[in-house]
């Protein structure tokens, strides 16, 4: 078999599997999207107290 020929098998094949996909509705994006955000400024905030914390514990030990 030539490498043209494998080559467009395989995108035939490629071609075929998108087919298959079933993409998420831009509702579903945003609402994922949203959440990920969420997620990220919370995390972020945690750690932001969290180090708070740490520099007012380690503050005060050293001094």
């Not at 579903?28 to 708070?52: H, I, Q, R």
């Amino acid at each position: 078999m030539s490498v043209a020929k494998q080559i467009t098998e395989y995108l035939k094949g490629a071609n075929e599997e998108l087919r298959k996909v079933v993409w998420p509705t831009r509702q579903e994006t945003l609402n994922s999207t949203a959440v990920v955000v969420g997620v990220c400024v919370a995390v972020g905030a945690f750690f932001w107290v969290l180090d708070l914390l740490f520099n007012f514990v380690i503050a005060k030990l050293i001094k």
